[in-house]
């Protein structure tokens, strides 16, 4: 079944630190698949997406996400986090002839000043 | 302006209640969803429209119905609130397919005494 994962349910780094939250997908084509942002209290914003062509993308809030078709990952990056990025992460991918969005378990972040 | 909004955003209740929970998105978007956050943070999609006509309905109880009554709004209506039904509920919008980026609303704090 067409499916992500996110295998860290927590992470802490230090502020200034460099950042990495795992996704693995299952799926058989070249998917789709997003990062989005829930910072406290509010709703989901996209980081960025990727759909095909170049397999590093650019986002929004200095995040960057490697495509690896060989490692079925979509990993998301930032080379220096600050205070504010602490927030609960979530890699997707659309299923079902991209009708619905199926978003995996999340991974918290905290910042550590 | 609010891309989507949702209102209220808290709403506490006793068992066996009836209540409403009311989205708008002012994108000119054509789909809607509504999904359910749960105490881990996990997001299940339950229901989405396209231009007001049903596209995806989980396996989500029929004391639950969602309305759209025109492209800008979907509302959700939950009949005898049950103690599981506490959780947060979120709005969210697309242009077209789940290949889309979505556009969430604040989200909608439910709790059920």
């Known amino acids: 079944a067409q499916s992500v994962t996110q295998p860290d349910i927590h992470i802490t780094v230090s502020e200034g630190a460099s950042l990495e939250l795992r996704c693995n997908y299952s799926y058989g084509a070249t998917p789709y698949l997003f990062w989005y942002v829930q910072s406290p209290g509010q709703g989901l914003q996209l980081l960025l997406k990727?759909?095909?062509?170049?397999?590093l993308v650019q986002g929004i809030k200095g995040f960057e996400a490697e495509f690896k078709r060989s490692q079925s990952s979509f990993n998301l990056r930032k080379p220096s986090v600050h205070w504010s990025d602490a927030a609960e992460y979530f890699c997707?991918?659309?299923?079902?002839?991209?009708?619905?969005?199926?978003f995996g378990q999340g991974t918290r972040l905290t910042i550590n000043p | 302006d609010t891309a989507v909004s949702q209102t209220p955003k808290y709403l506490v209740t006793q068992m066996g209640n009836d209540k409403s929970i009311k989205c708008e998105q002012n994108?000119?978007?054509?789909?809607m969803y509504w999904y359910k956050q749960d105490s881990k943070k996990f997001l299940k999609i339950m229901f989405s429209y396209n231009n007001k006509e049903l596209i995806i309905n989980e396996t989500v109880p029929n004391r639950f119905s969602p309305k759209s009554p025109d492209k800008a709004h979907l509302n959700l209506h939950i009949n005898s609130l049950e103690l599981g039904d506490s959780a947060v509920y979120f709005c969210a919008s697309s242009q077209g397919s789940g290949r889309d980026t979505q556009y969430f609303g604040p989200g909608t704090r439910l709790t059920v005494l």
């Open positions: 990727y759909f095909s062509g170049d397999t």
């Open positions: 997707a991918i659309p299923i079902q002839g991209a009708q619905k969005l199926v």
């Open positions: 994108l000119g978007h054509d789909t």
